[in-house]
């Protein structure tokens, strides 16, 4: 989604809302993550005191599997989101989202958000045991014949 920012850059106190949706099938290349629903963007984008900002809220399920045991999950997440915006920028700048042209594409900022915000290890339960190294079998399930003779 494009937003056109010309009239927030020039007039303080001015704001637009944000509510749409990303849909699943323009998120199919992202690697690793597979999502059930479309990806809720809501939120605001305002010019206070002459500064343009960015808030707003990523709301989605994400089908995935734990990372010990393998089981097939699927998790809410929501994750809230800010930025200031800048029609240009001297350096590069990671603190900053520079407007291109006077507009920014937000599907790619609330993708890269999402991206980052996930977490690196997803389990299906904080104590989930895994499998087991040499048969395969969910730990969660009880003991096998491996991990008894192991101990």
């Known amino acids: 989604m494009i937003i056109?920012?010309?009239?927030?850059?020039?007039?303080?106190?001015?704001?637009?809302?944000?509510?749409?949706?990303?849909?699943a099938e323009e998120l199919d290349g992202i690697k690793g993550c597979n999502f059930s629903k479309p990806v809720s963007v809501k939120g605001r984008i305002f010019n206070r005191a002459g500064v343009v900002h960015l808030k707003y809220t990523l709301t989605f399920d994400l089908l995935t599997?734990?990372?010990r045991c393998l089981k097939e999950l699927e998790l809410p997440f929501s994750f809230e989101c800010e930025h200031i915006v800048v029609p240009s920028v001297s350096n590069d700048n990671d603190e900053y989202?520079?407007?291109?042209?006077?507009?920014?594409?937000?599907n790619e900022i609330a993708v890269t958000d999402l991206l980052l915000r996930l977490p690196t290890k997803i389990l299906c339960?904080?104590?989930?045991?895994?499998l087991c190294m040499v048969c395969g079998k969910d730990l969660n399930e009880g003991d096998c014949e491996h991990q008894t003779t192991e101990s």
């Open 65 to 67: 599997a734990c990372d």
């Open 97 to 106: 989202i520079t407007a291109d042209g006077e507009s920014i594409e937000l």
């Open 125 to 130: 339960k904080e104590d989930c045991r895994g």
């Open 4 to 23: 056109n920012l010309k009239q927030l850059f020039n007039i303080t106190g001015e704001s637009k809302d944000i509510d749409y949706s990303i849909e």
